[in-house]
T-cell receptor
C-alpha cells in the first residue's frame, strides 16, 4: 500500500534561515505528490504539487522536486519568515483512487524573529 | 467564496451519545472526503464519496456512517460516541476531472471531545 514518511519535528529556525523538510514515499505506479500547510486553528491548504517525475512545484518561495529515483519530494525554502510557522504535510494520491490522499505525520515548523 | 464549510466548530459529547458533523461545499465538486486528525499524526481517511448516492469506506470507518444525497452535502454520523473518537475532523472536496494533481480543498475542521 501507499505510505509517506516525513522528517520528524518540531523544527525551530531563526528568521531568514534555510528550510528543508524531508519527505519520502512508497506507492504503486506514478502518484501525484503534494505539500499541504496547516496554520493554527485552520484546515489544510495546498502549498504546492507535482504530478510527474522531475516536476518542480513552487509557491510562496517554497519548492519541491518530484524525484522518482529516490522516491522523495523534499520541501525547501531559502529564507523563512515568522509567518511560515505552521504544520507541513506531505501527501500523495494515485490515479483512479478517487484522489484519496495518503498523508505523512506532519512537521511542525516554528520560525523565531 | 465559501468553499468547504463545516459545522459545528467545537463539540463535547458524552460517551454513547450520537451526533452528525455537517459538511457542505459550493464548488460543485464530485469527490468529498472525511478525515480525522489525531495529535502528532497525519490525517486518516474515514469515508469518501465520488458523487451523490455513492460512498465508500476509507482507512478508519468503524464507528462512523455517511450519506451523500446531494452533490453539496456530505454529513458524517457518529452513532455511539466513544472516547477513541475524540479528534479533529476535516471534510474535503475535490474536482473530478481527468487532469492529474487535482487538489483537495479542506474545511476548517470540527474539534470533537468525547467525555
Amino acid at each position: 500500500g501507499n505510505s509517506v514518511t516525513q522528517m520528524e519535528g518540531p523544527v525551530t529556525l531563526s528568521e531568514e534561515a534555510f528550510l528543508t523538510i524531508n519527505c519520502t514515499y512508497t506507492a504503486t505506479g506514478y502518484p501525484s505528490l503534494f505539500w499541504y500547510v496547516q496554520y493554527p486553528g485552520e484546515g489544510l491548504q495546498l502549498l504546492l504539487k507535482a504530478t510527474k517525475a522531475d516536476d518542480k512545484g513552487s509557491n510562496k518561495g517554497f519548492e519541491a522536486t518530484y524525484r522518482k529515483e529516490t522516491t522523495s519530494f523534499h520541501l525547501e525554502k531559502g529564507s523563512v519568515q515568522v509567518s511560515d510557522s505552521a504544520v507541513y504535510f506531505c501527501a500523495l494520491s494515485n490515479k483512479g483512487s478517487a484522489r484519496q490522499l495518503t498523508f505523512g505525520s506532519g512537521t511542525q515548523l516554528t520560525v523565531l524573529p | 467564496n465559501a468553499g468547504v464549510t463545516q459545522t459545528p466548530k467545537f463539540r463535547i459529547l458524552k460517551i454513547g451519545q450520537s451526533m452528525t458533523l455537517q459538511c457542505t461545499q459550493d464548488m460543485n465538486h464530485n469527490y468529498m472526503y472525511w478525515y480525522r486528525q489525531d495529535p502528532g499524526m497525519g490525517l486518516k481517511l474515514i469515508y469518501y464519496s465520488v458523487g451523490a448516492g455513492i460512498t465508500d469506506k476509507g482507512e478508519v470507518p468503524n464507528g462512523y456512517n455517511v450519506s451523500r444525497s446531494t452533490t453539496e452535502d456530505f454529513p458524517l454520523r457518529l452513532e455511539l460516541a466513544a472516547p477513541s473518537q475524540t479528534s479533529v475532523y476535516f471534510c474535503a472536496s475535490s474536482y473530478r476531472g481527468d487532469r492529474e494533481g487535482q487538489p483537495q480543498h479542506f474545511g476548517d475542521g470540527t474539534r470533537l471531545s468525547i467525555l
